[in-house]
Structures are given as C-alpha cells and as structure tokens.
C-alpha cells in the first residue's frame, strides 16, 4: 500500500514519544549497540525479511567499508556499480512502467542512463588544506554511516543507482525503504548492484532492503540508533516529518514547476522544450514543467508552437471535464491530485472525455486562469495548463503563487537578461533554467551531474557523494610539515 505524507508524520511523533528527552531538530546522545548475529533469515542479496537484520547487515559492512577498503577501491566498485546498470537498464525500464503502471519505457531509459553516466562518485570528494605559520590544516569528507533511503514511485531504480553511487562513494552503507508499489523491480536492482559490488572485491550487504517494505519499517530505522542520516524523496509532509525525527535528514520535498515565457522568447524553442520536458515520462517528475505563464503576444504563438510539435489544444468544456476526471475534491476544500491518472499517457487521459488522439500525442494543454486547479496541483501527468498574462511582473506574481513557496524548480524563455534576474530572484528555487527544458538543470540534456533527490527543503540542492558526508577537520599545530 502507498505510504501517505500523513502516515509517515504519525509514525515519526511515536518515535519521537519513545525517545525521551529528544529535543527536535537534535540529535540525542545515542551508543551504538554491540553486534549482534543477523537473526532469521540471512539476506538474499541485501533483501532480507526482517529490517532490523536488514539495518544490522548494513552497519556492519560499513565498518568492513570504511576499514578495508580504500578511494580507489570505491572507484573501482563505483564503476562495477555503473556496468551493471547499463546492462540491465531496458529492463528495469520496463518493469518498472508494468509494476507501477505510470510513465513512459523510452524516458525511463534516458532518466537511468543520465543517472548511471553522470552521478559523481568519489571524485567529487576533494580534501581542503591550508598551511601557515600556524601549522597544517586539512578537511576531508568522512562519512555518516548506516543511512536509510527513502524513494519514491516516480523514480523507483533510477533513486537507488543515484543514491547507491553517492552514499557509498562517501563510504556510507544504505538501507532502502522503496515505495511498495514498485517493490519488486527495486529488489531486482538492489540484488545486482550487490552482485556487482561482491563481483568486483567489495563487501556483501553495502545496500539492504526488506522484501515487503511497510510503515513499521520506516519506524524502526527512524529509531535505530544505527541509522545515522535519513534521505527522503516524497511530499512537504514527509520532508517536514523527517525533520522532526531528531536525526540528521536529508529532504527531497515537492514541487510545481512554473515557466514563464516572454515576449521576447524565441517561441519555436520554447514551444519544442516546453513539449519535450512536460512531456517526459508523463510528467512525473518533481521538476517538470507543471504551468506556463505566457505575455502577452507570446501566448497564442506559443500555444500554435505547442500544438506544432503534437500537442492536443482542449476548449474550455473539455479541460472542465478533465478537470472532474484527473483532480478530486481534497478535504477543506481545494482539488487533489486523483492517484489513478498519474503518469498515464496523454491518449489514454484524453479518451475519458471521448477524444482519440494518436499514440505519439504526448501532451495536452489547454488555456486557464492562474487561479485554475490545473494550476495550482501538483498533477504530475501530461496535462499543460497555459496561463496568458498581462504583462512580465503579472507572470511573475502568479507564478509565485503557483510554486506554493517550494522553492523547487522554475524556468524561463526569454532574451531579456533582467527578466531572467528578476524572476531568479523572486522566486529562489534550488534548480533554475534558462531558455530549456527543466530536465536540463538535473544533467539531462544539460550539463552539470545528475541526480534523483534534489533536496530543497534541507538546502543540499543537486545532491552528490558530498551532501551524505560530514566535514571532519585534522590540525596539526606548531608549523609542522612546513617546509617553507
């Protein structure tokens, strides 16, 4: 069963209720537990039954981890990690879209390529040193530990390679709590990357999984003392409940990714990303285009460059009616996402209101009001709202108001420099591009490295082998090693 922003922010304050005296936003004194046998069932792979073994298994291949093996041992295995993912990315592609039932296989393919080719290993992790008179100074990445990984539906294998690659290169072991609607493909992945890892010299259990992931397991790795960092990807109840775990947290919260398009924009560019990133894997992605705000004359050249590259344009009676089909009313008022028509293809949202279009439709897109639900939902389906404003500062206030303070994701088509300042300032999300798909400012079609947890919420942005580590200083004092 889906695991809601609710339910987990329940499980946290139990677990909160059980520590004591532990302050939020505090990490309470903890010892770590002697060792102890993994009881039951060994592991099959890194899957086992049971999370505490699941958690145990882990902790001690991180101390093997950080004792044995050395940067290039990481780097070597990193790259283990990398083959093996390539050799099974069109299937897990496939899986996935059959056990979750959403996206598209093609941009699955892509999604796991950019995330197995351009997530930084233990490359990234560059030690600091300042030598003076007073002695030599050094800062260098250590890790956590045992972190407990929580991914999402969306991305379910594309999360796992992301996150295995930067939380081991940092010398981290991780347990993954995956989303029980695609438990079975992230077994798979999980099961060979550890083959992988083994194959190449590595230690067994550097991921672990249980087998039936469930809202109990999620309490007990909040409470174990031997998960040292927890990493969600989900909704703000989530990220915000995490938070209040009294544990170090790394939070991957939610978005509704506004465009503004200009006047002065080249308006076949826009109209041809605009279709390829909202479009993109059924839009399921945090960052993908969710809204358009359009100025002025911009508008209708816009929509016509829209429908160019093959997207449905809806009247007002039939974006009603999607409206009652796709979105539900939410409790205090309000519309909601409806989970059933998440990441579905546009052909077969179209059909419930009677419009056939060819499979190679991608997108729909229809002219609202910025206080339209299409607008102000998070839908995640290829479903495009088109906002037509008055002038560049409305597009900017509604745009505002349509991010919901996120702080996520935000792009703009535009040759006005000021425009693209102005907006970037006003509305300070962690990813902001210029002039392209927002699939661009995670490495796909863009430079710069990949990633699958854009922590916005926490502040550690496009996370990489860094954000799982702590800062450790070494001094030594008196003008020791200096040769000058």
């Given at each position: 069963?889906?695991i809601?922003?609710?339910?987990?922010?329940?499980?946290?304050r139990?677990?909160?209720s059980?520590?004591?005296s532990?302050?939020?936003?505090?990490?309470?004194?903890q010892?770590?537990?002697?060792?102890?046998?993994?009881?039951?069932?060994?592991?099959?792979r890194?899957?086992?039954e049971?999370v505490?073994?699941?958690v145990?298994?882990?902790?001690?291949?991180?101390?093997?981890w950080?004792?044995?093996?050395k940067?290039e041992?990481r780097q070597?295995?990193?790259?283990?990690?990398r083959?093996?993912?390539?050799?099974?990315?069109?299937?897990?592609?496939?899986?996935?879209v059959?056990?979750?039932?959403?996206?598209?296989y093609e941009?699955?393919?892509?999604?796991h390529?950019?995330?197995?080719?351009?997530?930084?290993?233990?490359?990234?992790?560059?030690?600091?040193?300042?030598?003076?008179?007073?002695?030599?100074?050094?800062?260098?990445?250590?890790?956590f530990?045992?972190?407990?990984?929580?991914?999402p539906?969306?991305?379910p294998?594309e999360?796992?390679?992301?996150?295995?690659?930067?939380?081991?290169?940092?010398?981290?072991?991780?347990?993954?709590n995956?989303?029980p609607?695609?438990?079975?493909?992230?077994?798979?992945?999980?099961?060979a990357?550890?083959t992988?890892?083994?194959?190449?010299?590595?230690?067994?259990?550097?991921?672990t999984?249980?087998?039936?992931?469930?809202?109990?397991?999620?309490?007990?790795?909040?409470?174990?003392?031997n998960?040292?960092?927890?990493?969600?990807?989900?909704?703000?109840?989530?990220?915000?409940?995490l938070?209040?775990?009294?544990?170090?947290?790394?939070?991957?919260?939610?978005?509704?990714?506004?465009?503004i398009?200009?006047?002065?924009?080249?308006?076949e560019?826009?109209?041809r990303?605009?279709?390829?990133?909202?479009?993109?894997?059924?839009?399921?992605?945090?960052?993908?285009?969710?809204?358009?705000?359009?100025?002025?004359?911009a508008?209708?050249?816009?929509?016509?460059?829209?429908?160019?590259?093959?997207?449905?344009l809806?009247?007002?009676?039939?974006?009603?009616?999607?409206?009652?089909?796709?979105?539900?009313?939410?409790?205090?008022g309000?519309?909601?996402?409806?989970?059933k028509?998440?990441?579905?293809?546009?052909?077969?949202?179209?059909?419930?209101?009677?419009?056939?279009?060819p499979d190679s439709c991608?997108?729909?897109?229809?002219?609202?009001?910025?206080?339209?639900?299409?607008v102000?939902?998070?839908?995640?389906?290829?479903?495009?709202?088109?906002?037509?404003?008055?002038?560049?500062?409305?597009a900017?206030?509604?745009?505002?108001?349509?991010e919901?303070?996120?702080?996520?994701?935000?792009?703009?088509?535009?040759?006005?420099?000021?425009?693209?300042?102005?907006?970037?300032?006003?509305?300070?999300?962690?990813i902001?591009?210029?002039?392209?798909a927002?699939k661009?400012?995670?490495?796909?079609?863009?430079?710069g490295?990949?990633?699958?947890t854009?922590?916005?919420?926490?502040g550690?942005?496009?996370?990489?082998?860094?954000?799982?580590?702590r800062?450790?200083?070494?001094?030594?004092a008196?003008?020791?090693?200096?040769?000058?």
């Amino acid at each position: 069963m889906d695991i809601t922003s609710q339910e987990i922010e329940s499980i946290v304050r139990q677990v909160l209720s059980g520590m004591g005296s532990a302050v939020p936003g505090t990490v309470p004194a903890q010892t770590a537990p002697s060792p102890r046998p993994v009881r039951g069932n060994p592991g099959d792979r890194g899957v086992f039954e049971d999370v505490d073994d699941a958690v145990q298994a882990a902790w001690e291949a991180q101390r093997d981890w950080v004792a044995h093996y050395k940067i290039e041992d990481r780097q070597r295995i990193v790259e283990a990690i990398r083959r093996c993912a390539r050799s099974h990315v069109e299937e897990w592609s496939r899986k996935i879209v059959e056990e979750t039932g959403m996206g598209r296989y093609e941009d699955k393919v892509e999604k796991h390529l950019a995330t197995i080719n351009k997530t930084p290993g233990p490359e990234c992790l560059s030690t600091e040193a300042i030598s003076g008179d007073a002695g030599l100074m050094l800062e260098e990445y250590a890790p956590f530990g045992v972190i407990c990984s929580i991914t999402p539906t969306t991305n379910p294998t594309e999360t796992i390679i992301n996150n295995t690659i930067s939380m081991i290169s940092g010398g981290n072991t991780v347990v993954f709590n995956v989303h029980p609607r695609a438990k079975k493909v992230c077994a798979d992945c999980l099961q060979a990357l550890n083959t992988a890892i083994v194959e190449a010299g590595g230690p067994e259990n550097l991921l672990t999984m249980t087998r039936e992931p469930t809202m109990e397991n999620v309490d007990k790795m909040a409470a174990n003392p031997n998960v040292r960092l927890m990493a969600g990807t989900g909704g703000t109840g989530m990220v915000n409940a995490l938070l209040r775990s009294g544990k170090k947290c790394i939070g991957a919260g939610a978005g509704n990714p506004p465009v503004i398009v200009d006047e002065t924009a080249d308006l076949e560019l826009a109209g041809r990303k605009i279709y390829e990133g909202a479009s993109f894997d059924n839009n399921i992605l945090c960052f993908a285009e969710k809204e358009v705000f359009a100025v002025g004359s911009a508008c209708g050249e816009l929509v016509r460059q829209l429908q160019k590259q093959g997207a449905y344009l809806l009247n007002a009676a039939q974006t009603e009616q999607l409206v009652k089909i796709v979105l539900q009313p939410k409790q205090g008022g309000g519309h909601e996402v409806n989970k059933k028509w998440v990441g579905q293809d546009a052909a077969k949202i179209l059909e419930t209101i009677g419009v056939k279009v060819p499979d190679s439709c991608r997108l729909a897109i229809c002219q609202v009001p910025a206080d339209h639900p299409f607008v102000l939902v998070e839908q995640m389906m290829p479903v495009l709202p088109i906002v037509c404003s008055a002038s560049f500062d409305e597009a900017v206030e509604q745009a505002l108001v349509a991010e919901h303070g996120n702080r996520h994701t935000a792009s703009i088509f535009s040759k006005d420099v000021d425009h693209m300042t102005r907006f970037a300032r006003a509305i300070e999300t962690t990813i902001y591009v210029k002039n392209s798909a927002t699939k661009a400012g995670v490495g796909i079609g863009g430079e710069g490295h990949c990633t699958m947890t854009i922590a916005g919420p926490t502040g550690e942005g496009i996370t990489c082998a860094k954000s799982f580590c702590r800062r450790r200083r070494c001094m030594l004092a008196e003008g020791g090693l200096r040769i000058i």
